[in-house]
Nanobody, 118 residues
Framework: QVQVEDSGGGLVQAGGSLRLSCAAS???????VGWFRQAPGKEREFVSS????????YYADSVKGRFTIFMDNAKNTVYLQMNRLRVEDTAVYYC????????????WGQGTQVTVSS
């Protein structure tokens, strides 16, 4: 059984930075870990993902060049470094995990609020 726990959200001014954390437990070597976000009144959208081998990363166009996903193998933790934040990045951010063979994301964190003020 895999579990993921997300944290690190907060309030930041536009142009600032935040780092989100996703701590994974269980056997995750054949998993992808991803970040999604949901703004008020909008559908949940993909932000970024990384294979737990660290070999592949993916980003939504809206965050390319501003967000970086990386992992600490020793801590089995995936981070999302968010720089040059914009007001439109305001959302609840969720960490999720799925096996490579699965299409749907299987495990979800509880979400962490990111608020970017102007």
């Amino acid at each position: 059984q895999v579990q993921v726990e997300d944290s690190g959200g907060g309030l930041v001014q536009a142009g600032g930075s935040l780092r989100l954390s996703c701590a994974a437990s269980g056997r995750t070597s054949d998993y992808l870990v991803g970040w999604f976000r949901q703004a008020p009144g909008k559908e949940r959208e993909f932000v970024s993902s990384i294979s737990m081998t660290g070999s592949s990363t993916y980003y939504a166009d809206s965050v390319k060049g501003r967000f970086t996903i990386f992992m600490d193998n020793a801590k089995n933790t995936v981070y999302l470094q968010m720089n040059r934040l914009r007001v439109e990045d305001t959302a609840v951010y969720y960490c999720a995990a799925r096996r490579f063979s699965m299409v749907s994301w299987e495990y979800w964190g509880q979400g962490t609020q990111v608020t970017v003020s102007s």
